[in-house]
Protein backbone atom coordinates (compact mmCIF):
# COMPACT_ATOMS: atom_id res chain seq x y z
CA UNK A 1 0.00 0.00 0.00
CA UNK A 2 1.77 3.31 -1.27
CA UNK A 3 -0.76 5.68 0.65
CA UNK A 4 -2.11 6.84 -2.12
CA UNK A 5 -5.84 5.74 -2.62
CA UNK A 6 -7.79 6.14 -5.92
CA UNK A 7 -11.45 5.24 -6.02
CA UNK A 8 -12.71 3.84 -7.95
CA UNK A 9 -10.87 0.87 -9.27
CA UNK A 10 -12.35 0.11 -12.36
CA UNK A 11 -14.97 1.74 -13.91
CA UNK A 12 -17.15 1.17 -17.28
CA UNK A 13 -19.22 3.55 -18.72
CA UNK A 14 -20.64 4.57 -22.27
CA UNK A 15 -19.73 7.35 -24.56
CA UNK A 16 -21.36 10.85 -23.91
CA UNK A 17 -21.25 9.92 -20.16
CA UNK A 18 -19.21 11.85 -17.43
CA UNK A 19 -17.29 10.35 -14.67
CA UNK A 20 -15.30 11.15 -11.27
CA UNK A 21 -12.11 9.54 -10.38
CA UNK A 22 -11.09 10.48 -6.78
CA UNK A 23 -7.74 10.29 -5.39
CA UNK A 24 -6.64 10.78 -1.66
CA UNK A 25 -2.86 11.67 -1.33
CA UNK A 26 -0.06 9.99 1.44
CA UNK A 27 -0.37 11.39 4.49
CA UNK A 28 1.38 14.99 4.60
CA UNK A 29 1.56 15.35 1.05
CA UNK A 30 0.56 18.53 -0.40
CA UNK A 31 0.37 17.78 -4.52
CA UNK A 32 -1.50 15.89 -6.52
CA UNK A 33 -0.72 15.02 -9.75
CA UNK A 34 -3.00 13.05 -12.99
CA UNK A 35 -1.79 11.17 -15.07
CA UNK A 36 -3.32 9.11 -18.24
CA UNK A 37 -2.06 6.12 -19.01
CA UNK A 38 -3.50 4.63 -22.26
CA UNK A 39 -3.13 1.12 -23.16
CA UNK A 40 0.79 0.43 -24.42
CA UNK A 41 1.93 4.27 -23.96
CA UNK A 42 3.61 5.95 -21.85
CA UNK A 43 2.51 8.09 -18.81
CA UNK A 44 0.62 11.61 -20.24
CA UNK A 45 0.91 14.47 -17.29
CA UNK A 46 -2.52 16.06 -17.40
CA UNK A 47 -2.12 18.70 -14.32
CA UNK A 48 -0.56 19.10 -10.72
CA UNK A 49 -2.37 20.49 -7.86
CA UNK A 50 -0.87 22.38 -4.35
CA UNK A 51 -2.96 23.40 -1.79
CA UNK A 52 -5.79 23.26 -3.48
CA UNK A 53 -4.51 25.59 -6.29
CA UNK A 54 -4.11 24.39 -9.72
CA UNK A 55 0.12 25.17 -10.89
CA UNK A 56 1.15 23.31 -13.73
CA UNK A 57 -1.20 21.50 -16.76
CA UNK A 58 -0.43 19.05 -19.04
CA UNK A 59 -2.05 18.05 -22.65
CA UNK A 60 -5.38 17.67 -20.66
CA UNK A 61 -8.06 18.04 -22.81
CA UNK A 62 -10.75 20.61 -22.02
CA UNK A 63 -13.56 17.98 -21.58
CA UNK A 64 -11.31 17.14 -18.23
CA UNK A 65 -11.15 18.65 -15.55
CA UNK A 66 -9.77 18.62 -11.94
CA UNK A 67 -9.92 20.24 -8.33
CA UNK A 68 -8.29 19.68 -5.26
CA UNK A 69 -10.45 20.29 -1.68
CA UNK A 70 -9.39 21.80 1.43
CA UNK A 71 -8.90 18.06 2.85
CA UNK A 72 -6.30 18.34 -0.03
CA UNK A 73 -8.11 14.88 -1.83
CA UNK A 74 -8.57 15.46 -5.35
CA UNK A 75 -11.31 14.50 -8.34
CA UNK A 76 -10.69 14.16 -11.74
CA UNK A 77 -13.92 14.86 -13.74
CA UNK A 78 -13.91 13.19 -17.35
CA UNK A 79 -16.61 14.70 -19.36
CA UNK A 80 -18.41 13.79 -23.17
CA UNK A 81 -16.56 10.83 -22.90
CA UNK A 82 -15.21 9.36 -25.48
CA UNK A 83 -14.02 5.85 -26.74
CA UNK A 84 -10.17 6.93 -26.44
CA UNK A 85 -10.80 8.01 -23.10
CA UNK A 86 -10.14 4.73 -22.15
CA UNK A 87 -7.68 4.15 -20.23
CA UNK A 88 -5.68 4.01 -16.77
CA UNK A 89 -5.60 7.30 -14.50
CA UNK A 90 -2.73 7.48 -11.71
CA UNK A 91 -2.77 9.59 -9.27
CA UNK A 92 0.53 10.75 -7.33
CA UNK A 93 1.18 12.84 -4.23
CA UNK A 94 4.61 14.35 -3.06
CA UNK A 95 5.33 17.20 -0.78
CA UNK A 96 5.20 15.53 2.73
CA UNK A 97 8.33 15.11 4.59
CA UNK A 98 7.38 11.44 6.00
CA UNK A 99 8.15 8.08 4.56
CA UNK A 100 11.08 6.67 3.36
CA UNK A 101 10.72 8.31 -0.10
CA UNK A 102 10.63 11.83 1.27
CA UNK A 103 9.37 15.06 -0.14
CA UNK A 104 11.09 14.63 -4.03
CA UNK A 105 9.91 11.96 -4.69
CA UNK A 106 6.62 11.01 -6.55
CA UNK A 107 4.18 8.11 -4.97
CA UNK A 108 1.45 6.77 -7.24
CA UNK A 109 -1.72 5.04 -6.43
CA UNK A 110 -3.18 1.67 -8.16
CA UNK A 111 -4.59 3.80 -10.76
CA UNK A 112 -8.54 3.65 -11.88
CA UNK A 113 -8.82 1.93 -14.76
CA UNK A 114 -12.22 3.32 -16.96
CA UNK A 115 -13.30 1.86 -20.15
CA UNK A 116 -15.64 3.84 -22.33
CA UNK A 117 -17.72 1.78 -23.99
CA UNK B 1 12.35 20.24 -16.70
CA UNK B 2 15.05 18.09 -18.67
CA UNK B 3 13.82 16.19 -21.19
CA UNK B 4 14.95 11.97 -21.00
CA UNK B 5 15.72 9.69 -23.67
CA UNK B 6 16.32 5.85 -22.64
CA UNK B 7 16.27 2.98 -24.59
CA UNK B 8 12.92 1.48 -25.95
CA UNK B 9 13.74 -1.80 -24.83
CA UNK B 10 16.51 -4.29 -23.08
CA UNK B 11 16.69 -8.45 -22.85
CA UNK B 12 18.51 -10.36 -20.00
CA UNK B 13 18.76 -13.30 -18.80
CA UNK B 14 18.38 -14.26 -15.00
CA UNK B 15 21.12 -13.61 -12.76
CA UNK B 16 22.79 -11.14 -14.93
CA UNK B 17 23.52 -7.76 -14.24
CA UNK B 18 21.70 -4.98 -16.13
CA UNK B 19 22.17 -1.40 -16.64
CA UNK B 20 19.76 1.15 -17.95
CA UNK B 21 20.89 4.29 -19.27
CA UNK B 22 19.22 7.50 -19.47
CA UNK B 23 20.22 11.00 -21.18
CA UNK B 24 19.15 14.12 -20.07
CA UNK B 25 21.87 16.91 -21.39
CA UNK B 26 19.74 20.04 -20.35
CA UNK B 27 19.13 18.57 -16.77
CA UNK B 28 19.16 22.13 -14.21
CA UNK B 29 21.42 22.58 -11.27
CA UNK B 30 18.75 21.92 -8.54
CA UNK B 31 17.78 18.64 -10.78
CA UNK B 32 17.91 15.53 -9.32
CA UNK B 33 17.48 12.00 -10.88
CA UNK B 34 14.83 9.02 -9.81
CA UNK B 35 14.22 5.93 -11.21
CA UNK B 36 10.64 4.33 -11.17
CA UNK B 37 9.91 0.86 -12.10
CA UNK B 38 6.05 0.12 -13.68
CA UNK B 39 4.79 -3.40 -13.72
CA UNK B 40 1.48 -3.89 -16.28
CA UNK B 41 -1.77 -2.33 -14.81
CA UNK B 42 0.41 -0.92 -11.98
CA UNK B 43 1.39 2.33 -10.70
CA UNK B 44 4.79 3.46 -10.97
CA UNK B 45 6.93 2.76 -7.96
CA UNK B 46 10.11 4.51 -6.86
CA UNK B 47 13.36 2.46 -6.87
CA UNK B 48 15.77 4.92 -6.63
CA UNK B 49 17.13 8.54 -6.30
CA UNK B 50 20.48 10.44 -6.83
CA UNK B 51 22.20 13.71 -7.57
CA UNK B 52 25.54 12.81 -8.38
CA UNK B 53 28.53 10.29 -7.93
CA UNK B 54 27.04 6.86 -7.11
CA UNK B 55 23.84 5.94 -4.84
CA UNK B 56 23.46 2.19 -4.01
CA UNK B 57 20.22 0.80 -1.99
CA UNK B 58 18.90 -2.92 -1.52
CA UNK B 59 17.61 -3.47 -5.01
CA UNK B 60 19.77 -0.82 -7.30
CA UNK B 61 23.05 1.45 -7.87
CA UNK B 62 22.70 4.79 -9.50
CA UNK B 63 25.52 5.91 -11.30
CA UNK B 64 25.47 9.70 -12.01
CA UNK B 65 28.97 11.06 -13.74
CA UNK B 66 30.36 14.55 -13.17
CA UNK B 67 28.88 16.32 -16.11
CA UNK B 68 25.21 14.65 -15.04
CA UNK B 69 24.10 14.60 -18.33
CA UNK B 70 23.18 11.08 -18.12
CA UNK B 71 22.96 8.67 -15.46
CA UNK B 72 23.25 3.80 -15.31
CA UNK B 73 20.72 2.40 -13.22
CA UNK B 74 22.09 -1.01 -12.44
CA UNK B 75 20.04 -4.12 -11.17
CA UNK B 76 22.31 -6.74 -9.74
CA UNK B 77 21.37 -10.32 -10.72
CA UNK B 78 17.95 -9.75 -11.89
CA UNK B 79 15.17 -12.15 -11.63
CA UNK B 80 11.79 -13.02 -13.77
CA UNK B 81 10.60 -10.67 -11.43
CA UNK B 82 12.39 -7.81 -12.58
CA UNK B 83 10.39 -7.79 -16.02
CA UNK B 84 8.67 -4.32 -16.16
CA UNK B 85 8.84 -0.81 -17.33
CA UNK B 86 11.93 1.39 -15.69
CA UNK B 87 11.42 5.51 -16.15
CA UNK B 88 13.81 7.89 -15.10
CA UNK B 89 12.85 11.17 -14.00
CA UNK B 90 14.84 14.47 -14.13
CA UNK B 91 13.59 17.56 -11.67
CA UNK B 92 13.13 19.17 -8.39
CA UNK B 93 9.85 18.94 -6.65
CA UNK B 94 11.01 19.58 -3.48
CA UNK B 95 10.12 23.39 -4.19
CA UNK B 96 6.56 23.21 -3.17
CA UNK B 97 4.12 24.05 -5.42
CA UNK B 98 6.46 24.78 -8.12
CA UNK B 99 4.33 23.91 -10.54
CA UNK B 100 5.95 20.95 -11.79
CA UNK B 101 5.22 19.40 -15.54
CA UNK B 102 6.94 15.92 -14.33
CA UNK B 103 6.33 14.38 -17.43
CA UNK B 104 7.90 10.46 -18.26
CA UNK B 105 10.07 9.63 -20.92
CA UNK B 106 8.92 6.62 -23.16
CA UNK B 107 10.65 4.46 -20.66
CA UNK B 108 12.66 1.30 -21.31
CA UNK B 109 10.44 -2.44 -21.50
CA UNK B 110 13.18 -4.85 -19.49
CA UNK B 111 12.40 -8.52 -20.46
CA UNK B 112 14.13 -10.91 -18.12
CA UNK B 113 14.48 -14.48 -19.36
CA UNK B 114 15.35 -17.75 -18.26
Known amino acids: DSGVTQTPKHLITATGQRVTLRCSPRSGDLSVYWYQQSLDQGLQFLIQ???????AKGNILERFSAQQFPDLHSELNLSSLELGDSALYFC????????????????FGAGSRLTVL | LAKTTQPISMDSYEGQEVNITCSHNNIATNDYITWYQQFPSQGPRFIIQ???TKVTNEVASLFIPADRKSSTLSLPRVSLSDTAVYYC???????????????FGTGTQLKVEL
Open chain 1, 49 to 55: YYNGEER
Open chain 2, 50 to 52: GYK
Open chain 1, 92 to 107: ASSGGTGGPTGANVLT
Open chain 2, 89 to 103: LVGDIRLTGGGNKLT
